[in-house]
């Protein structure tokens, strides 16, 4: 990477030089953002509102293989994953801090070009860059974000308020992000075997991209206030569908029903996982990374959301004793697991 | 580290079983903690206050060594580092998220005694711990933590306000944490050297614990209230005096004279640094770590400052063109140079 490119050297820069780089041409577009980047700590304003803060880190050879990864691509991703915590609590992000740990081998143009996918995301979301921590790593690429945002208490979307007949709904479709990543690792491995095939991801460009570049869904936390739908509850898609499944039933002491025909499924994603030989379903309930919403409604709701195009209902909530089941397309009642990454890596 | 003691598989527990265990016995103590850990994002509430909002990342081979440094410190190190930045701005924490990345190798004792040293911090800082992220590292451990806090807008200093004839304030004394960390290191090269001889540190707590369990300057800010004095900017000491001076100087667009001779030292400091032929000043104007407050006042609260045992007048504010300057002890006078760390590594 970046071998016959421009390379500066950040050592040269140093840390404050190389903020200051990355910092000086940030446009704040949040009338919460008081003070941004440049002091001890950013100061920031949400009158009337709940505020709401949420963190997570991503670390090179755990959560992202540079290999196939464009740093574009993993600045994009980096802000997301974040944002969609706050959509997850029906919440409006309005703020990020970024913190990265860079090795000092790293061209000042790789570190842009991270940056580049950081500010398109918070551009594009409206939210505002507001603070961060640039060290160098001995330990390849990290990233930590924290985004900030805030709702009105009123219409906060917790994990445990599911009640008994609700909807069980989710947005978009499932399972996507995970057979890209099996897709890229396949390439990855043709391309180490024999540096001169190129990689084959023709017509493959949306799997991919539910991998490379996912999107917190914004759109469906508007669309919901539009239709005047409150979710009882609500969680994104990181872990995989069961996963996050159970944690809203563990949290509301309910059990629920999920229907494995409802499960939405992108055709792509659906051949794909055939030609790896993989259960699609079971890349949907434990592939994770989707950042797709999961969420319940009462069923009063229920004219509301069929209507809706990308949104599915894929089950309901039951009593707690009743258990957390998959049922089948032949009718079978399973217990729902989850599994999350690890069944795929024995 | 850990072969003789108890050593739980984090593994098996897996990350939902490890954040359970770490956080289930969790008190929250701020009435502004709406919800904490356990959801999407944490709520929080700031009514009619302004919010701040500060992060900092913890490399192991970076900013920590194993070697010598105890789980526990280092916990509580990495709370007291982004508190020192919400005092920094005169306001008071109030919560922190902390996103850990763990070799999978370390046993869960190890994680334990680490979040005992943050919830230490926590309480002994009155700040909840409200959210994080944990995840298995390849590359070592990394620490990251958002602190956040709040101040009323007129109460806030910002770096970029001090004004020409404003006295040059700092709390505590300086360069001990710098001259306790070169301690620790001769100690490790001497028992790698020799793993039969012991660490000698016997008298030199007072620096050892500046390096390794610095305590944020909360009293400052609360002793800064009691006086009815308002700093005209605040700024703490993590790079060195040398460098923060020069922060809100440049920040301020204002010169300095800073007196050599007014520089805080412990006599601890001042002595080691002679057994290292270090000069004691170059210690604290370049060896960072010491997160005490650099501030400015006004001329007219000098009357409430130079009661106080614990803050030290070091110099003035000037303008712009006369240029940031260190008045030597034989009242030479030199350019103020910020050179952080790198000055020790050559």
Same mark, same amino acid.
Not at 266 to 269: C, G, H, L, N, Y
């Given at each position: 990477?970046?071998?016959?490119?421009?390379?500066?050297?950040?050592?040269?820069?140093g840390?404050?030089? =190389?903020?200051?780089?990355?910092?000086?041409?940030?446009? #704040?577009?949040?009338?919460?953002?008081?003070?941004?980047?440049?002091?001890?700590?950013?100061?920031?304003?949400?009158?009337?509102?709940?505020?709401?803060? *949420?963190?997570?880190?991503?670390?090179?050879?755990?959560?992202?293989?540079?290999?196939?990864?464009?740093?574009?691509?993993?600045? @994009?991703?980096?802000?997301?994953?974040?944002?969609?915590?706050?959509?997850?609590?029906?919440?409006?992000?309005?703020?990020?801090?970024?913190?990265?740990?860079? *090795? /000092?081998?790293?061209?000042?143009?790789a570190?842009?070009?991270?940056?580049?996918?950081?500010?398109?995301?918070?551009?594009?979301?409206?939210?505002? #860059?507001?603070?961060?921590?640039?060290?160098? *790593? $001995?330990?390849?690429?990290?990233? /930590?974000?924290?985004?900030?945002? @805030?709702?009105?208490?009123?219409?906060?979307?917790?994990?445990?308020?599911?009640g008994?007949?609700? =909807? =069980?709904?989710? *947005?978009?479709?499932?399972?996507?992000? @995970?057979?890209? #990543?099996?897709?890229?690792?396949?390439?990855?491995?043709?391309?180490?075997?024999?540096?001169?095939?190129?990689?084959?991801?023709?017509?493959?460009?949306?799997?991919v991209?539910?991998?490379?570049?996912p999107?917190?869904?914004?759109?469906? !936390?508007?669309?919901?206030?539009?239709?005047d !739908?409150?979710?009882? &509850?609500?969680?994104?898609?990181?872990?995989?569908?069961a996963?996050?499944?159970?944690?809203?039933?563990?949290?509301?002491?309910?059990?629920?029903?999920?229907?494995?025909? $409802?499960?939405?499924l992108?055709?792509?994603?659906y051949?794909?996982?055939?030609?790896?030989?993989?259960?699609?379903?079971?890349c &949907?309930?434990?592939?994770?990374?989707?950042?797709?919403?999961?969420?319940?409604v009462?069923?009063?709701?229920?004219?509301?959301? $069929?209507?809706?195009?990308?949104?599915?209902?894929?089950?309901?909530?039951?009593?707690?004793?009743?258990?957390?089941?998959? !049922?089948? $397309?032949?009718?079978?009642?399973?217990? #729902?697991?989850?599994?999350?990454?690890?069944?795929?890596? /024995?």
């Open positions: 990477m970046f071998e016959n490119q421009e390379r500066t050297n950040i050592e040269q820069l840390e404050f030089g =190389l903020i200051d780089h990355l910092t000086k041409n940030i446009k #704040l577009t949040q009338p919460g953002t008081v003070k941004g980047v440049g002091d001890d700590a950013a100061v920031l304003d949400f009158p009337g509102k709940k505020v709401l803060v *949420s963190t997570d880190i991503l670390l090179e050879g755990i959560h992202f293989d540079l290999a196939y990864t464009p740093l574009k691509h993993l600045g @994009y991703k980096a802000i997301q994953v974040n944002l969609s915590d706050i959509y997850a609590m029906n919440g409006t992000a309005t703020q990020v801090t970024v913190s990265l740990g860079i *090795s /000092s081998k790293f061209p000042l143009e570190v842009e070009e991270l940056y580049e996918g950081i500010y398109l995301a918070c551009e594009k979301y409206n939210v505002d #860059l507001v603070g961060g921590d640039t060290t160098s *790593s $001995k330990q390849g690429l990290i990233i /930590s974000v924290t985004a900030m945002g @805030y709702a009105e208490e009123k219409d906060i979307t917790y994990r445990n308020t599911a008994e007949g609700d =909807l =069980l709904c989710v *947005s978009g479709d499932l399972g996507g992000a @995970y057979i890209g #990543l099996q897709l890229l690792e396949r390439e990855k491995q043709i391309y180490l075997e024999n540096p001169n095939i190129q990689p084959d991801l023709e017509g493959k460009d949306y799997i991209e539910r991998q490379l570049k999107e917190a869904r914004k759109d469906i !936390v508007e669309l919901l206030k539009d239709i !739908v409150k979710p009882t &509850a609500m969680i994104d898609i990181s872990d995989g569908l996963s996050e499944i159970l944690h809203i039933c563990k949290q509301s002491d309910k059990g629920c029903n999920l229907y494995e025909d $409802k499960i939405p992108d055709p792509m994603t051949e794909t996982a055939r030609e790896f030989n993989l259960d699609p379903t079971i &949907a309930l434990s592939g994770g990374e989707d950042y797709e919403l999961l969420f319940t009462k069923q009063a709701d229920y004219d509301k959301i $069929k209507l809706q195009m990308d949104i599915t209902i894929i089950g309901h909530i039951t009593e707690a004793s009743a258990g957390c089941n998959l !049922v089948t $397309k032949a009718g079978v009642v399973h217990p #729902l697991k989850a599994q999350g990454w690890n069944t795929f890596k /024995s």
